[in-house]
């Protein structure tokens, strides 16, 4: 099988519902939000298999990836425009976010707690979940309009509100795990301070 197919050369793709729409439609906006978290969090895995005693945070990440496959089916098979047999084939638990929390409590118990505000880093895995974490924020608002417009169900913009939760407190938990510091917010000196 080849990997080019040549029939979005128009700028036309086709959905899992086999509706073609134009490749500018804020259901394919939204595809390639999701996707370009997996993407991003490929790379977190990748990081934090190097760090020790950080193995079963890469797990859960690569677990996570292939729910955002099952975010991405559900995505673009629009409700009113599919089949029953194909929403029962795409439909998205609420579940999925239970299992988030229950890893969120879990690191929570080893993290200290947070009393500033922290900027992006912390290491390699961390600084990689914390992309991670904004291009999910920009992936729910590409959801977000679909969930209101009934195009796609509630649990997938639940999913991701708490995927970013999640990876913020996955980026804290593999910066402690690289024994790296979390750098605090400095606030800037209101103008002609000195």
């Known amino acids: 099988m080849k990997i080019y197919t040549k029939t979005g050369d128009g700028g036309a793709s086709s959905l899992y519902s086999g509706e073609r729409r134009p490749k500018d439609d804020a259901v394919f906006a939204a595809l390639g939000d999701v996707d370009e978290v997996n993407s991003t969090l490929g790379l977190a895995r990748e ?3 190097q760090l020790a005693g950080a193995m079963r945070l890469a797990q859960q990440l690569e677990v996570i990836q292939s729910r955002l496959f099952d975010v991405g089916s559900a995505v673009a098979t629009p409700r009113p425009t599919s089949s029953d047999h194909k929403l029962q084939r795409v439909a998205f638990s609420e579940a999925h976010a239970a299992q988030l929390e229950r890893w969120i ?9 947070l009393t500033q505000f ?16 904004s291009v999910c924020r920009r992936a729910e608002r590409a959801v977000v309009p679909l969930v209101r417009d009934q ?9 991701l509100n708490r995927l970013s939760d999640y990876l913020f407190t996955a980026a804290r938990y593999a910066a402690l795990k690289a024994g790296e510091p979390e750098t605090v917010w400095v606030k800037a000196a209101p103008a002609g301070a000195t």
Do not use: Q
């Open 47 to 49: 990081h934090a298999r």
């Open 105 to 113: 409590d879990e690191m929570m118990e080893e993290l200290p707690p």
């Open 118 to 133: 922290i900027l992006p880093s912390g290491g390699l895995a961390a600084a990689a979940l914390h992309m991670s974490r």
């Open 151 to 159: 195009a796609t169900e509630a649990a997938v913009a639940i999913y």
